[in-house]
């Protein structure tokens, strides 16, 4: 299926990014619950707290859809100092393969650039996939985080860094 994905043979989008704060911690939690059903979805309480925390920035992608702005995915980061971390990057299931993970992705990496910050991230051993996007970014390998998750699944921790 190379090249046809998403909703009725979609190929790539373009999402539309826009900067969400605590206001949008219903939707990004409806978000997080369709892109990691069974596994530890973040309700909207967490992502209230989580986004009203110093530091958080989160991105939410939109597509036009029916003539409506239809939100597709997210992206939430924390940053200290010289240092980031992607605390979350999720998409709908019926939108994954589109492109959004990458402009989501592409668009914290290029500030990050921009900034001379340092990014990491933790990834499930078993998320080929995401870990594929991550390395095509720039993302490397620097350890692993044995037993991370509640299911008791390894993490990688992958970081990327300017020039």
């Known amino acids: 299926m190379s090249g046809e994905t998403g ?51 989160a991105w ?16 939430v980061s924390r940053h200290v100092v010289d240092e980031g971390e992607i605390l979350s990057l999720g998409v709908h299931p019926r939108w994954r393969r589109c492109g959004v993970a990458r402009r ?27 870990a594929g996007l991550y390395e095509t970014l720039g993302f490397r390998q620097v350890a692993m985080r044995p037993r991370y998750y509640d299911d008791g699944e390894d993490a990688r921790l992958l970081r990327w860094s300017p020039g």
């Open 104 to 130: 989501l992705l592409a668009h914290l990496v290029r500030q990050a650039e921009q900034a001379g910050d340092t990014l990491f991230l933790e990834v499930r051993v078993s998320n080929r996939a995401a």
């Open 7 to 57: 909703p009725e043979g979609r190929g790539k989008v373009v999402p539309e990014l826009r900067e969400v704060g605590p206001e949008a911690a219903e939707l990004l939690a409806s978000l997080h619950h369709a892109a990691f059903s069974g596994h530890e979805p973040w309700d909207m309480t967490a992502f209230g707290q989580i986004l009203a925390m110093p530091g958080v920035v």
């Open 60 to 75: 939410l992608a939109s597509v036009s859809w029916a003539g409506k702005a239809l939100p597709v995915g997210f992206i």
